[in-house]
């Protein structure tokens, strides 16, 4: 059986070189996580370097009905952090895979998916 979902996450290490503090990257790191949220749909939790005031590592999720559609919505994301993160301080990592892969072998089946949704009992 095909997969029906699809799900992509993109992990995204950021540089605020003009970050003179705490308060100025959570100012930054805000706007970007609020513009992938609203403009884009996307989970977005801060990951990596919460102590750090000129770097953050944020994990952005997103899902899709096929693979290249994902892809390529994935890609309009990825040219939007470029275009908006001062000074190239952006790097983006991508990983994307189908329900069936994240799930197991074969067709996942209800009690599969309400392990993933809910975690292991």
Known sequence: MSSRAFVCV???????????DLKGKRKQLRSIKERLRG????????????DRWQRATLAAAFTGRTAGELAAFCDEVERWLLAHV???????????????????????????????ARGAR
């Open 10 to 20: 993109l992990l995204i290490d950021l540089h605020f070189p003009e970050a003179s």
């Open 39 to 50: 403009r884009y749909g996307a989970s977005v939790s801060e990951v990596d370097h919460h």
């Open 86 to 116: 001062a000074d190239g301080g952006v790097r983006v990592e991508r990983t994307l895979v189908s329900l069936d892969d994240l799930v197991g072998l074969g067709d996942p089946g209800p009690r599969s998916l309400e392990w993933v």
